[in-house]
């Protein structure tokens, strides 16, 4: 056997601000930086922004609540957790977890790999010119290049989960988290600076509000909101069965939602303004998942010498951003078969990262793969997740309002529970379901892929 059975103590965050950077870090990533400013140019603006501030409030915070209840209650990763509160046959929703974070993990990796691949071309060579800028996409996103360096950031990000949860993740988050929100308020100050850079602000904070009518933005913003908290798969749960009795959990996930948000909003003052300054709005106008990597590279070579610097700030921060989250991502998988199966860690981590990094070569090698694996797992199956704990949350445990509070009682816990017993699994379902909802969107896609 690979993982010889041996189950040493469970490991805990260090005092101070270990679980929190860590979470925070998970929160924080591609979602905040690449996937948020590319949905706000697509629903036309700030009637999105509100919508996804009504979605983290009303659905995100109680689900974040109900995963740091589950996992720091239980003490164990998904599966287990699951089972310790509802019994052997809630495990499988665990499965589920873990499956989602397989997903997720595995074509989130490819996107790290373009910002890596970015970082080190900008350093040897500045970006691209705009006339060149869709072709060098072309060659980064998709092909061997991309493989090689998905692969390669599936390495750094296995390596810190191999160390464990206070040498590895804990480290790491204290390291990155500050420098990330160093790089990204240096980025916002020179977009504000850059002439011409109000009318990117104009866009961004005002529009028309009736877009946000629309079900396909509330979609949106509601799926948005879950992967940008990381939730609906077991990561906050996972990082909250490391955290002491003491812990005030509903304190914690306001801050992580609040930075989350934060990071989110301050992202979009550095690329609106950016690319408003320089006149490319046309060019995100129509945007895909690829746009702001044709569109921010342009307009760092615009901007000549300092655009190269500002450039490789800017595709460095999308890299950390993305490792701390990938990092989470991991971590769901690897706990659960070091908890399960009762495997060492470091074995356990370079066999699920060997596996991610395998699985994420079709999205490497093809865009429209990519795209459908983000739907069905980084959208559908987040709200399904969502929508389920929430479920079991509110039904199935005994006592949720006690065990969320701990040492910190606190009253609004009681309507908390009723938010995850209707409010939250009904909307959710109905975005999920309703025709022309996540599923169909997602298994569109999938089929689609499959029939040609
Ligand atoms: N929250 C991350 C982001 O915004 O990029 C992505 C993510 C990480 C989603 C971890 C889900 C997760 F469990």
Request: hydrophobic share 55%; proline share 4%.
């Amino acid at each position: 056997m690979l993982g010889p059975m041996s189950a040493p103590q469970r490991e805990h965050w260090s005092r101070g601000l270990g679980f929190t950077l860590a979470a925070v870090g998970s929160a924080v990533g591609l979602g905040n930086m690449w996937r948020f400013s590319y949905m706000t140019a697509e629903h036309g603006g700030a009637a999105f922004v509100l919508l996804y501030v009504l979605m983290t409030l009303l659905l995100g915070l109680p689900v974040m609540l109900a995963e740091l209840t589950v996992g720091r209650g239980a003490g164990k990763s998904p599966i287990l957790a699951l089972g310790h509160y509802g019994g052997r046959k809630w495990r499988p929703l665990g499965g589920l977890f873990v499956l989602t974070g397989f997903a997720i993990l595995s074509y989130y990796s490819v996107i790290a790999g373009w910002t890596l691949r970015y970082t080190v071309s900008g350093v040897l060579g500045g970006f691209p010119e705009p006339s060149n800028a869709e072709a060098l996409f072309g060659q980064i996103a998709s092909g061997w290049d991309a493989v090689a360096w998905h692969l390669g950031f599936m390495v750094i990000c296995t390596f810190v989960v191999a160390r464990g949860v206070r040498a590895g993740i804990e480290r790491a988050s204290l390291l990155l988290m500050p420098v990330l929100g160093l790089m990204l308020l240096g980025l916002a100050v020179f977009a504000a600076v850059l002439p011409g850079s109000g009318a990117g602000y104009g866009y961004y904070f005002t529009g028309d509000l009736r877009g946000a009518l629309d079900f396909d933005v509330v979609t949106d913003a509601a799926a948005q909101a879950f992967f940008s908290l990381s939730l609906g798969m077991g990561a906050i749960l996972t990082y909250a069965s490391y955290l002491s009795r003491q812990s005030d959990l509903p304190l914690e996930g306001a801050r992580i939602a609040l930075s989350d948000f934060g990071v989110a909003l301050l992202a979009g003052l550095v690329v609106f303004p950016l690319i408003f300054a320089l006149g490319l709005q046309h060019d995100v106008g129509e945007s895909t998942l690829g746009a702001l990597f044709i569109t921010l590279p342009t307009a760092f070579n615009k901007l000549g010498a300092a655009g190269a610097i500002i450039g490789v700030i800017f595709m460095l921060a999308l890299s950390v951003a993305a490792l701390t989250s990938a990092i989470s991502l991991l971590e769901v998988v690897t706990a659960s078969l070091v908890d399960v199966w009762n495997w060492r860690r470091a074995p356990a981590a370079w066999l699920c990262g060997g596996a991610i990094a395998l699985v994420g070569v079709p999205s490497a090698l093809n865009l429209e793969v990519l795209d459908a694996m983000d739907s069905v797992g980084g959208q559908f199956l987040l709200v399904l997740g969502g929508a389920l704990l929430a479920v079991f949350v509110g039904w199935v445990m005994k006592n949720p309002a006690a065990e969320a509070a701990g040492m910190h009682p606190r009253p609004a816990l009681g309507a908390w529970v009723w938010l995850l017993r209707i409010v939250v699994p009904v909307i959710l379902a109905v975005l999920a379901f309703y025709p022309g909802g996540l599923a169909s969107q997602s298994f569109g896609k999938l089929w689609k892929l499959f029939t040609g």
